[in-house]
């Protein structure tokens, strides 16, 4: 697609919930992205692909968070029993990533997943 | 320890005037650095980077950065503020893993 592409753009749930966030990136895109942002604070990095492989996995909070990328394209974002802390929105963002070039680490953005967790 | 720094969590600045938001650094071997900003209830977007060669790098919305090798700095400029730029702006760069480190963040309030 022209952008990246997040769903659901808002998520109320229940505390103890499982929740699915997803992703769509440019198309070509090899490298993928999860950050966490709260209340319009910094940016928390979750997780990274690079292909449907995760070489960095370190910022993933618990073991209640997990994610996949399949086919080299769309990402799923899963948190299970979900928690109030867990509230915040979840960004995804995809780039070319080839390494030592100029190009490397552009990263273009999706609008976001606001999750909501009562 | 690879890291980004921006000192100020709010600048406000009055219409018309000049901005500065300020971003220092310290990563090992030649920094690739970045300017991203977020206007309210929206993604992050690219305004511009550094890689190499002038100093003075020209951006979107007419933003510029200047890199100051020696006070390891990256502010982000424009000559004439306006309230449209009223944002969160991040600054970002590229460790040793080529994997970006992110700045606090900066939230600019000009004022009409």
């Known amino acids: 697609g022209a952008g990246v592409s997040q769903s659901p753009s808002n998520k109320v749930t229940e505390k103890g919930k499982d929740v699915e966030l997803r992703c769509d990136p440019i198309?070509?895109?090899?490298?993928l992205y999860w950050y966490r942002q709260s209340l319009g604070q910094g940016l928390e990095f979750l997780i990274y692909f690079q292909g449907n492989s995760a070489p960095d996995k370190s910022g993933l909070p618990s073991d209640r968070f997990s994610a996949e990328r399949t086919g080299g394209s769309v990402s799923t974002l899963t948190i299970q029993r979900t928690q109030q802390e867990d509230s915040a929105v979840y960004l995804c963002?995809?780039?070319?990533?080839?390494?030592?070039?100029?190009?490397?680490?552009?990263?273009?953005f999706g609008a976001g997943s606001r999750l909501t967790v009562l | 320890a690879q890291s980004v720094a921006q000192p100020e969590d709010q600048v406000n600045v009055a219409e018309g005037n000049p901005l500065t938001v300020k971003c220092t650094y310290s990563v090992s071997g030649n920094p690739y650095l970045f300017w991203y900003v977020q206007y309210p209830n929206r993604g992050l977007q690219f305004l511009l980077k550094y890689i190499t060669g002038d100093n003075l790098v020209k951006g979107s919305y007419g933003f510029e950065a200047e890199f100051n090798k020696s006070q390891t700095s990256f502010h982000l400029k424009k000559p004439s503020a306006l309230v449209s730029d009223s944002a969160l702006y991040f600054c970002?760069?590229?460790?040793?893993?080529?994997?970006?480190?992110w700045g606090a963040g900066t939230k600019l309030i000009i004022k009409p």
């Open positions: 963002a995809s780039s070319l990533v080839v390494q030592g070039s100029s190009g490397a680490n552009v990263l273009t």
């Open positions: 198309s070509g895109h090899t490298a």
């Open positions: 970002a760069v590229r460790d040793s893993n080529y994997q970006l480190i």
